[in-house]
Nanobody, 122 residues
Framework: QVQLVESGGGLVQPGGSLRLSCAASGSIFSINYMGWYRQAPGKQRELVASITSDGSTAYVDSVKGRFTISRDNAKNTVYLQMNSLKPEDTAVYSC????????????????WGQGTQVTVSS
């Protein structure tokens, strides 16, 4: 089993910055995919950013140039640096990771973090 612990959410003024962290622990051999999703009230959950084991990243258009996803493989942790935050970035942010528990498993198991609230308001 794998546990994900998120941190870093909070209240910030427009134009401010926050850094989210998601640390995975438990039965982990490797993690191929790590992503950040968000869900605002009344809206569907959307993929904000993702990063693969080789460092390839992808972003939703609305955050390009403002958000940066990164990972520390030694710590099994993914980060989301959010700059120039806007009120429309307000949402619950959750991490999602694909974990291989042992070297001989062919498909990853998927886990979600508990979610952290990000509120951008003056």
């Amino acid at each position: 089993q794998v546990q994900l612990v998120e941190s870093g959410g909070g209240l910030v003024q427009p134009g401010g910055s926050l850094r989210l962290s998601c640390a995975a622990s438990g039965s982990i051999f490797s993690i191929n995919y790590m992503g950040w999703y968000r869900q605002a009230p009344g809206k569907q959950r959307e993929l904000v950013a993702s990063i693969t084991s080789d460092g390839s990243t992808a972003y939703v258009d609305s955050v390009k140039g403002r958000f940066t996803i990164s990972r520390d493989n030694a710590k099994n942790t993914v980060y989301l640096q959010m700059n120039s935050l806007k009120p429309e970035d307000t949402a619950v942010y959750s991490c999602n990771v694909g974990v291989f528990p042992t070297f001989d498993v062919q498909r990853p198991s998927w886990y979600w973090g508990q979610g952290t609230q990000v509120t951008v308001s003056s």
